[in-house]
């Protein structure tokens, strides 16, 4: 009797092991945003700090989001690793991945922020040495020349929409500068 339940318990702590350590946490992926929990702070000004967090979160990259600073009324993002995150070697990899990953997640939230937060004047992303920066009349030009027909602000969160236009026409020409 005594021998199974040693035997139960060491089956219970192996499986407890191993679901712990296949929990891993995943990064934000442009096809996997929430865009739900982005319509819920449509409308945020730069002054709410909560709520530009909660958007900088639920956007590509957001797990590995370090500090913002807000001041200027242009959100600096800066992303990295931080204690009881992603280690360093799995953020690189996420945004270094030489797919053109960076250039496409900042652009990406760069568009969103602009859409979600209407007092912003310009866009600041840094992860590690690499720093981009895009104004708000920049962005308004680029997504007003890319998108022919710009839905309401329904359809503009809907997947399918996002889906189609943000990625079949925003990354044509990535309208970023690299300082």
Not at 14 to 29: A, F, H, P, Q, Y
Not at 82 to 110: H, M, P, R, V
Request: proline share 3%; with cysteine; net charge negative.
């Amino acid at each position: 009797m005594k021998y199974f339940k040693v035997l139960f318990c060491l089956i219970l702590l192996i499986l407890v092991g191993i679901t712990g350590c296949s929990s891993k946490e995943e990064v934000t992926s442009i096809n996997t945003v929430d865009v739900k929990d982005l319509k819920d702070h449509s409308g945020t000004y730069v002054g709410d700090n909560s709520n530009v967090v909660a958007i900088v979160r639920a956007l590509p990259g957001g797990e590995t989001f370090k500090e913002i600073n807000l001041h200027n009324k242009i959100p600096k993002i800066m992303y990295g690793t931080k204690e009881d995150s992603l280690s360093e070697d799995e953020i690189l990899k996420y945004w270094l991945d030489g797919k053109d990953t960076l250039e496409k997640n900042f652009l990406y939230n760069a568009i969103y922020l602009t859409i979600l937060i209407p007092n912003a004047e310009g866009y600041s992303f840094k992860i590690d040495d690499q720093k981009f920066s895009v104004s708000r009349e920049e962005m308004k030009q680029f997504i007003s020349k890319n998108i022919q027909t710009l839905p309401d602000s329904n359809e503009l969160f809907d997947k399918a929409v996002k889906s189609a236009a943000i990625r079949e026409q925003f990354f044509k020409n990535v309208p970023i500068v690299k300082e």
